[in-house]
């Protein structure tokens, strides 16, 4: 099986996805890091060199060389972007809901990501909103500790395993 998890940039994501597919013994990807390894260039370089057109062709590249197996995939926050991707992305797809203020201050001490550069948090919420329900086979808050957000995924699965 493969779990996908989606949302804003500094929703978690990343975090979640790698504790969740160590405490339920599956292979983590971040999505991200894929497109890194395999466009050998940091996203930031691609979006200034090529733009987010390019960029975006690179997400729906990644997902299709997604590996088989049981997956926990952290997915960038504009994956939603492409309507393709929410086909290509077979499996759960988790949106990590998470509100503006404590995205902000996640933000704070990571890195600049390139559209923010371009536009406000805000902007890009109400831009995505509906994108991310779209996608979304579930919404999970993200605004408490990764404890007890990657339990309550758990349980999700555990009830849709066992129906």
């Known amino acids: 099986m493969r779990i996908f998890l989606i ?9 979640i996805a790698n504790q969740l597919a160590k405490k339920i013994g599956y292979t983590y990807v971040d999505l991200d ?12 370089e691609i979006f200034e060199r090529y733009g987010e057109k390019k960029f975006r ?9 997604l ?8 997915c960038g926050g504009g994956i ?10 077979d499996g759960i797809k ?9 995205i902000k201050k996640r933000l704070e001490t990571d890195y600049q990501r ?7 948090l805000e902007q890009l919420f109400d831009d995505r909103y509906f994108q991310y329900q ?28 066992n129906q």
């Open 94 to 102: 988790f949106y990590l809901d998470t509100d503006i203020e404590v």
């Open 57 to 65: 062709q690179l997400e729906t590249d990644a997902i299709m060389k």
């Open 134 to 161: 779209d996608f979304a086979d579930a919404v999970i808050s993200n605004n408490y500790d990764i404890e007890t957000t990657v339990k309550v995924i758990e349980n999700y699965l555990r009830h849709e395993v």
């Open 7 to 15: 949302g804003m940039p500094g929703s978690g994501k990343t975090t």
């Open 80 to 89: 939603v972007t492409v309507k393709e991707n929410k086909e290509l992305m």
């Open 33 to 44: 890091g894929m497109i890194e390894k395999d466009a050998h260039m940091f996203i930031e």
């Open 114 to 120: 390139p559209l923010l550069k371009k536009t406000t």
């Open 67 to 74: 590996p088989k197996g049981n997956l926990v995939v952290a």
